[in-house]
Structure formats: C-alpha cells, structure tokens
C-alpha cells in the first residue's frame, strides 16, 4: 500500500486562517537579518514599501526598527492583520493621532489590489514566499503568478523594485513572455546549508548545499 502524505492547500486562503488561529509567529526561507542588507543596496530607508503576504513574519518590525518608516503589509487573512495590528500596539507607542507609530498592517487580497492602491504609487515590494504559496496547488497556477505580476507591475512606479524571496530557481521562467519583458533581473542565491560530507561505513557521502534565491525585480 502507498503511504502518500497530503500536501498543504498553501495556495488555499482556508488554510492559513486555520494555521494563523493557532501559529504566533513564523519565519518563512529567511529572516531579517539576511534580506535587509539585501533590500538596502537598492531601496533608501524613505521609500514607500508594500509587503505582500506577511503573514506573522518579524520582517516588517525588523524592517521598521531599520529605518524603514513607511511599510505597509498585506495580507487576506483578517486573523493574522489582527494580530499584527495588536503586535504593533505592544511594542511601539501611539502619537498624537492615536495611531501606534510602527509598521502598518491591512487586510487586502494582493491579486485584486487594484480597488485599494493607486497606479505607480509605490517604491518596493516585497514578497518574501509569497508567491511560491500562490504557486502551489492546481494548473491555473500560471495564471495566479501572472495576475500577482500585473497586480505589482501596476503599483510600483517605473525604476522601482519588487523583491521575490523563493525556494524556486525558475520562479522568473514561469512568468509570461510580456511580463518577463516588463523588469530588469537580478537573482542573487542565498546558501542556507552548505556542502556538507557525512561519513558512513562506505565513506564520506556529499550531501548538496541548499539555496532559496532572491529576485530583485526593475520595473522597466
Ligand atoms: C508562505 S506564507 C509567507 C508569510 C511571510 N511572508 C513570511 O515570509 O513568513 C504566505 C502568506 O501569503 C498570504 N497570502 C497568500 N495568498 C494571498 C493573497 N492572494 N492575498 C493576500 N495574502 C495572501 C498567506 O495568508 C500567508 O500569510
């Protein structure tokens, strides 16, 4: 008999809900130490930056903590913004206007922000593992990754950045012809284990070292 584990529906806005009502936090690939120095060679602390997906990732505390005082995170899933928002208003204080300085948090579907966020009105985005949850499941997922494409294409001004944490190395290739037209590309591996050599009874055996890759993404 086969033993088959089921996959998670991570493509499935059911599945994080149920995951965020019992998970307080969650690093997905890598932390902030890792991708800030990255985002800062090409995006200045004053920039406007949209996060796609955060989840309860640390990244936009860490982000803000860094200089980066104007960061808004998305995500569909009402609990996580909650306790996001609630985070927020732990650690940082409130100002005049009543609102808690810190990172900002809004619940938005990011493959239908065309009602919420003006045309080429942001700097950077970010989507640390985003889009490789938008990836998985059924055969329209081509068709998710090109509509988050269109969605990104469309906020960020010309020049700017989208960054795209991933597991994938081909994550770009799955992009449409027109889109790959559409942005410049960097893609910079980040080794997260290294080469390795285990010994056994039948001598050392190699074990491969493992990326995820950052694509640094140029609006044309
Ligand atoms: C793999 S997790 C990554 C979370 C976080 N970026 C991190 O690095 O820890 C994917 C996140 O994307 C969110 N997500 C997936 N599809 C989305 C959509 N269409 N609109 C908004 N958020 C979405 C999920 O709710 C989840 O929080």
Redesign the pocket.
Known sequence: MAITAATPE??K?EY?VNR?EHESS????VDAKTLLPILEEHVPHDSKIV???????S?AFDAFDAGYTDILS????EN?IQRMVDETRRRYPVGDSGVPAGPRWRV????AMQDHLAPGSIDCAV????M???ACGDDAQATRINALERQVHRILKPGSHWFV?SYSSTRFDEFAPEAKDRWDKIIVPIEVSPSDAVSTSAGPVYQPAIYYYCYILRKL
């Not at 969650?26 to 690939?29: I, T």
């Open positions: 991570y493509d806005k994080w965020f969650f690093e997905w690939l996060q796609l997906g955060c989840g309860n990732s990244l998305l995500d569909y899933c996580v938005m579907d990011i493959l989507d640390k593992c985003t490789d949850a938008i944490l």
